[in-house]
C-alpha cells in the first residue's frame, strides 16, 4: 500500500499542475494570447536555460550513458517503421498515415517527460534525462518529418535542406542541451553570480510548461476517428516503453538509467505533433485528438510503469 502511495505522489502532482492549467483556461483567468506567449516564453528561454542549467553543473562521464542513448533512438527508429508500416498495410490515406505514426512515437519529453523524471528521481535524473534528451530531440524531430513527407512524396510537397536545417540545428532545446554537454565535459567553471540567477530562473520551467500543457488542453480535439486514435496512443503509451525497456535490458542499461529511458518512452504524444501536422499536410484533428487520448491515459501507464519500476527495486 505504501509503494502505490509513494508513486501516486510522483505521479498525480504533475498531472495535477497539468489541471491548472486547464481549470485557468476554462475559468478565463488566462486568454489565448497569454497562452501562445507563455509557450513561447516556456519553449524558447525557460525549458532551454533548465537544460544548460542542469547539464552544465552535472559530472558528464557519471551522467551520460551511450547503451541508453543507443537504445532510445533504436527503439524510436522501430516504433517509426512498425507504426508507419502498419499505416501502410492499412492502406490508411497519406494525410492519416504519417500523423498515425508520428502519434506513435512522438513523445512529450522536454514538458511531460522531464517534469516525471524529476518528481520521480530528483536533480541527478533530472540532469541524465536532460543530457538524453539532447540526443533524442534531434531524432524525434527527424522521424516526424519523415512521417509526414513519406506520404506525400510523388506530390507537390517537397523539403530542402534549409528545412531540414532548421528542424535539428535550429532547435533552442537541441542548442540548449548540447551547449549544457560541452560545457559538462570540459569542466567549464560556472560563476556564482551566473549560477544563483540560473538557479532562479530556471524554477519556473516545469511548472510553466505543466500549465502550458494544461492550458492547451481541450476534448473538443478528442474527435474523428477514434479506433485510429487509440491504437496510437496504445502503441505510444504501452508497445513503446515496453519494446524501450527490452532494448535497454539487453544493451545492458539498468538502475537509474534503465528507468528514466522507460518514463521517456512512455510520455504522452507531443503537443508539437499537432503544429507539424498542420504544417506538413497531415491529419490535424486525428493528431489533437492522439495528443489529448495519450495525455489523458499516460496518468494510469505512468503509475503502472512506475510500480513495475519501483517493485524492481528501480
Not at 536533480?123 to 533524442?136: D, N, P, Q, V
Not at 502550458?212 to 502503441?235: Q, Y
Not at 527490452?246 to 507531443?270: E, H, M, N, Y
Request: glycine share 8%; charged share 10%; proline share 4%.
Amino acid at each position: 500500500m505504501k509503494l502505490i502511495s509513494d508513486i501516486l505522489l510522483i505521479v498525480l502532482p504533475v498531472f495535477l499542475v497539468v489541471s491548472v492549467g486547464s481549470a485557468l483556461k476554462l475559468t478565463r483567468l488566462v486568454n489565448t494570447e497569454f497562452l501562445f506567449q507563455l509557450n513561447r516564453l516556456v519553449y524558447y528561454l525557460a525549458l532551454p536555460l533548465l537544460l544548460f542549467y542542469k547539464i552544465s553543473t552535472a559530472d558528464f562521464s557519471t551522467s551520460f550513458n551511450s547503451a541508453l542513448v543507443a537504445g532510445l533512438m533504436i527503439s524510436i527508429t522501430a516504433a517509426f517503421v512498425f507504426s508507419y508500416g502498419y499505416g501502410v498495410m492499412r492502406s490508411y490515406p497519406p494525410s492519416i498515415r504519417g500523423t498515425f505514426s508520428q502519434g506513435a512515437f512522438r513523445g512529450n519529453l522536454a514538458y511531460i517527460g522531464l517534469a516525471m523524471v524529476y518528481n520521480a528521481y530528483g536533480e541527478k535524473g533530472l540532469a541524465s534525462a536532460g543530457i538524453l534528451l539532447g540526443f533524442l530531440v534531434p531524432t524525434l524531430n527527424f522521424f516526424s518529418v519523415l512521417a509526414l513527407i513519406l506520404p506525400h512524396r510523388n506530390g507537390t510537397q517537397k523539403v530542402g535542406g534549409i528545412f531540414w536545417i532548421r528542424q535539428i540545428c535550429g532547435n533552442p532545446l537541441i542548442i540548449a542541451s548540447f551547449a549544457g554537454i560541452t560545457w559538462s565535459y570540459f569542466h567549464l567553471p560556472m560563476p556564482g553570480v551566473i549560477d544563483s540567477a540560473l538557479h532562479i530562473i530556471t524554477g519556473m520551467a516545469l511548472p510553466l510548461a505543466l500549465l502550458s500543457i494544461g492550458a492547451a488542453f481541450s476534448f473538443t480535439r478528442l474527435r474523428g476517428d477514434l479506433t485510429t486514435t487509440v491504437l496510437a496512443a496504445a502503441f505510444k503509451l504501452v508497445v513503446l516503453p515496453f519494446l524501450t525497456c527490452l532494448l535497454l535490458v539487453v544493451f545492458g542499461v539498468r538502475g537509474q538509467d534503465l528507468a528514466i529511458g522507460v518514463l521517456f518512452a512512455g510520455a504522452p504524444t507531443a503537443t508539437a505533433a499537432y503544429i507539424m501536422a498542420q504544417q506538413m499536410q497531415g491529419d490535424a484533428e486525428l493528431s489533437g485528438s492522439i495528443i489529448m487520448l495519450s495525455t489523458l491515459l499516460s496518468v494510469v501507464t505512468y503509475t503502472i510503469a512506475l510500480y513495475c519500476l519501483k517493485t524492481i527495486g528501480l
